[in-house]
Structures are given as C-alpha cells and as structure tokens.
C-alpha cells in the first residue's frame, strides 16, 4: 500500500526538510533521482548515454530548476543537453548556472528549439510541476506537439505538465498543440500526487525518488493497494472451514431479458471465494446451466440466508427490481449495489435511508453515479474532481461509493479513499462490471469491510482483464467479460503469490 498527497500537503512537508538541508538540496536530490531515470530510459531505448541528445523543457519555477540541474547532471555524464528555456526571465537561477558550468546549449527561440527535440533522443518535461494551473502555454504545445510527432519519448519531472496534480484532468487541446504533456514516464520527488493515480494514461510507469520528506507527512488522504496488501486480504479456506463458514453470497440480478449478468456476477462470485453462492431472480435457468454449484431460486424470498447480497445488474427498474433492493437491503447484512440498484436508490429517497442502516457499497459508473445524486443538495460532479465527488457522496449516502473508470476510486463514508489505476483499459468492454459485482458481493459475504472489498475486488478485477489480455508487457488483445471472469483465479494466485513473497502471508 502506498499514500498519494495533494501538493499542498506536499509543500507543508517540504517546509520543514528545506529549513534543516542546505539550500537547494532538495532540489539536487530530486533532480539527480530524475538524472538517473533518464539515463535508464536513454540506456534502454537509445542504446547508451554517453553522445546521446537530451533536450530539457524548463518552465519558470523549481520544476525548471529540476529539469535545469537534471540536465546539469546528464551533461556530466557525457549526454549531449540542449536547454529550452520557456520564461528565460524566470528560469532557476542556481539550476541554469550549474547547466551552463557544464556548457550546455541553451536556446530561447522556439524555432531553435523545435529541430532540437526532433532530434533528441529523449526529452525532460520540466515545464511545470506541483503549482500548474491549466493546460500547457505557449510556446510549449508547439514544442511538445513537435516531440511527440516526432516519436521522441518523454519523460516528465514530477508531474506530466498540463495535467492538473489535483485532478488528473487536462484540458482541451488548442490549434497550438496538446494541452498537456502525455510521458513515457514520469519522475516524482517526495511524496507521490493525486496527478499519478488519476492519470496513468498521461504519467506513463512513475518512478518514485525519495528526498526525505517521510517523517513530515501527514496521513494520506488516498492509498492505493499494492498485489501484495489485496493477496494478504483475499480470504481462503482454512482447516475448520465449510462451504457456510466462509460467508455465502446472494446474488439478485439478472431477468428475462438480461440472464447475462445474472450469469457474469454468480459466475464471479464462485470463483472469487470459496464457501457458497446463492442466486435469486428470473434468470435461474441460465444461472444453473452454466454454474451447476449455484443454488438458484426465482425468487429472493426464496433464497435462504446468505452473509451479503449482490444485488442490481439486469434487475430493471421498475417496481419488481425495487421490491428486490427492498428485500435485500432489509435483510440486515452487506449489500452490495450495481447498475439498476444504483438507479433505484438514486430514485427512491426511502432506499437510501435503508442503505445507509447496512454496511452498502455502490458501484456506479459516471451515468449511474449522476442518477445516485441527482436528488442530493448540491449533487457532486465527478468534472473535475472524481475523488472528491466520490468522498461527498458517500459521506452525504453513508455507503461506500466506488466510482468506475479507468481509475477507480473507492470512498468510504469516513472519507477514507483509495484509488485503483488500471494498468490497461481492456475493461471497457460489456459487462465487465457485472463480474466486479460478482467479486465484490463475495468479498463483503467473507466478511471484508466495504471499503476493503471494494478496493481488493477493482485490483483483481482490472487484474484478470490484463492476464487475460495477454502475457504482460507484450501488445494483448480485446477480451469480453466471460473471459474477464474467467481470468479471476490467475489473478488472484497473483496476488497472493505477492503476499506470500512479501509478507509471509496468503497461505
Ligand atoms: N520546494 C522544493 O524545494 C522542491 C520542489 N521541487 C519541484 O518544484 C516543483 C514546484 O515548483 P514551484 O512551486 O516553483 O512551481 P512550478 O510547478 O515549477 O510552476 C512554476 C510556475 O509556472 C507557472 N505555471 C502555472 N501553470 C502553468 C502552465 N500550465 N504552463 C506553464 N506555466 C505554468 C506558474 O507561474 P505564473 O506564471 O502562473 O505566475 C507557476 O508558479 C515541484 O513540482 C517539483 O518539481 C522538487 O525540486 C523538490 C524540492
Ligand atoms: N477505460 C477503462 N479503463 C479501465 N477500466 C475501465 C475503463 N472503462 C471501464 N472500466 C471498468 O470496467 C467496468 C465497467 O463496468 P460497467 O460500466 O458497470 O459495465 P457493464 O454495465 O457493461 O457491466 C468497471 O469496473 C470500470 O471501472
Ligand atoms: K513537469
């Protein structure tokens, strides 16, 4: 498990570490980690350092004094750097003048500076970090268009400028270029940002140097699980377990017209956990023909005890579909609310009052989530801000609230958050979310708290989809969510291969 930090926190932190450090050593720190990664990137992809080009972005403030004593470094190491200097009045005044001791070509023009990143063979984004506001300006969307058109990777100093550090968003890209930087990698210092986790797309793998700043900082305000704390948590049987003991799951979904997510979700439930998985609905059929162990009834009424339900993808909306939410919600154990059950308690004022007696974790995807809130005062807009409409809903519903997408977050009604990158985005496909609600019921059943089982069942989820799309680090291919659900035990032997190597646990 790792903490992320907004920048301010970062800047509170940094304070007192800069107070007991020689001046700009910090800086010298950061950018000597960031040296060490581009020449790592300059080894793998260009087959050396020593006479390879380097051009450095350098914006007005310390990020361009990272990116200036970077380049500084790199030019000790016999890689040829040009500097561009974007705001030549504002450049870091210590950083510049390390650069220029090693006489390093410094460019202002930005038509100098165009063929010089066509050339390179690598660039630095030091063009902005922690205190961006908006998207690139000019002259950079000119530079950064021209390098990327180029096909020349970039690696980003702390944050992949023009993406907000806050918010992961980026703005619209103008008739100048890109707005905002998109990195092979990125570098950052001290304390990972929001920026990282939002938006992997933009960031690339993120490399993390440590300068000192672990004492100062406060509690995270997200966390983001590592395969390692998932495969701890994943629970397995022991000796004195039976098919009862481990927790069994109700799943209510699916209909006539829809037995496929009844069959996705039950499907995930068995193999997500051991124990027992009941089903509930009119899809029963379907739900017995391809998962013989399931015990299925028509009915919820019908369905025996369980430990949590499962309740909402293919239910409908209508009155039949509520009469379900109603039954389950009433039934006095988790609950755990997808697709037509998150619409229903967006909808019904009384249903959410109900959720919010029982420990209840809603998946909404963004249209889901806009119906969830629509009747709340001042109703959260996950533009631009996922994780703090997530943490607001939950705290306005008391639920737990997982938001999907490409990042998932997770918000507990505590305000505890905790992020989920997906390394690819091959869950964007039909159905997939029907098997994250098969997982997570059966995590919850086993007796994971909301936010826990939300945040294990996203790790495996997006895991299984990635195994499933291939060997990893090779291209993969599209895979529908039956293969999804099928890829649920690789991953979770990965993760608990993890915990095992790591920790000793995941027995
Ligand atoms: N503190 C430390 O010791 C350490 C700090 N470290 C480093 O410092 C970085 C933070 O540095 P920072 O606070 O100086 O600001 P930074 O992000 O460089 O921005 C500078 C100025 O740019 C402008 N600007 C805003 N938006 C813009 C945009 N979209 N496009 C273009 N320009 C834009 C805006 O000025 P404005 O013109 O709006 O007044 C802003 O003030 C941090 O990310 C890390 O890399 C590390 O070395 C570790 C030690
Ligand atoms: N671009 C993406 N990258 C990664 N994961 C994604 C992406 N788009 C969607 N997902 C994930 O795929 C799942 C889709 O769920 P959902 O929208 O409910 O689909 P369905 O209703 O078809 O089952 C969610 O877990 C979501 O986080
Ligand atoms: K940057």
Same mark, same amino acid.
């Given at each position: 498990m790792y903490g992320v930090w907004t920048p301010e926190q970062v800047g509170t932190a940094e304070e007192p570490v800069l107070a007991r450090t020689p001046e700009g050593a910090l800086m010298r720190r950061a950018a000597y980690g960031a040296a060490q990664v581009a020449m790592r990137m300059l080894t793998e992809r260009? +087959?050396?350092?020593?006479?390879r080009r380097v051009v450095v972005l350098v914006g007005a403030g310390n990020n361009g004094g990272d990116g200036l004593w970077a380049g500084a470094y790199l030019s000790r190491r016999g890689v040829r750097v040009t500097a561009v200097l974007l705001s030549p009045d504002r450049a870091h005044p210590a950083g510049l003048e390390a650069l220029r001791s090693w006489s390093a070509r410094i460019v202002t023009d930005p038509d100098d500076a165009v063929p010089a990143v066509e050339r390179a063979h690598l660039v630095l984004d #030091?063009?902005?970090?922690?205190s961006a506001r908006g998207g690139l300006r000019a002259p950079a969307p000119r530079l950064v268009g021209a390098t990327e058109a180029a096909g020349v990777p970039i690696l980003a100093i702390d944050t992949p400028s +023009?993406? !907000?550090?806050?918010?992961g968003t980026v703005p619209e890209a103008t008739d100048d270029g890109p707005a905002a930087v998109t990195a092979a990698e990125t570098v950052t210092f001290g304390a990972r940002k929001p920026v990282h986790v939002l938006a992997r797309d933009r960031c690339g793998p993120v490399s993390f140097v440590d300068i000192g700043l672990g004492p100062e900082?406060?509690?995270?305000p997200i966390t983001v699980l590592e395969a390692a704390d998932v495969g701890a948590a994943w629970p397995v049987p022991g000796?004195? !377990? !039976?098919?009862y003991t481990q927790g069994v799951v109700g799943v209510a979904a699916g209909s006539a017209t829809y037995p496929g997510a009844a069959v996705l979700a039950s499907g995930a439930a068995c193999l997500a956990t051991s124990g027992m998985v009941r089903y509930a609905g009119s899809a029963a059929d379907e739900v017995r023909a391809a998962w013989p162990e399931v015990v299925a009834t028509d009915h919820v009424a019908d369905a025996g005890r369980v430990q949590a339900w499962a309740v909402g993808p293919g239910? +409908?909306?209508g009155d039949d579909g509520a009469a379900t939410l109603r039954h389950v919600l009433d039934a006095g154990v988790p609950v755990l609310a997808d697709a037509d059950a998150v619409t229903l308690l967006g909808a019904h004022a009384d249903l959410r009052t109900q959720a919010a007696r029982v420990p209840t974790l809603v998946t909404p995807h963004a249209g889901e989530f806009a119906r969830l809130v629509a009747?709340? !005062?001042d109703p959260p807009d996950p533009a631009p801000d996922r994780v703090d409409a997530a943490r607001r809903a939950a705290a306005a519903l008391g639920v737990t609230v997982l938001l999907k997408g490409n990042a998932t977050v997770v918000a507990a009604p505590d305000g505890r958050v905790l992020v989920h990158p997906a390394?690819?985005?091959?869950? #964007?496909? #039909?159905?997939s979310g029907d098997v994250l609600s098969g997982i997570a019921g059966a995590l919850l059943a086993a007796g994971l708290e909301p936010f826990r089982a939300a945040g294990a069942a996203a790790f495996v989820h997006a895991r299984a989809a990635d195994l499933g799309a291939g060997t990893p680090g090779t291209p993969g291919a599209p895979l529908p969510a039956s293969h999804v659900q099928a890829g649920i035990p690789d991953a979770i032997r990965t993760v608990r291969a993890a915990a095992l190597t790591t920790t000793g646990a995941g027995r």
């Open positions: 260009a +087959g050396g350092v020593t006479g #030091a063009i902005v970090g922690t +023009g993406v !907000d550090p806050r918010t900082l406060s509690e995270p000796p004195g !377990d !039976d098919k239910l +409908g909306t009747d709340l !005062d390394g690819s985005s091959w869950l #964007a496909t #039909a159905g």
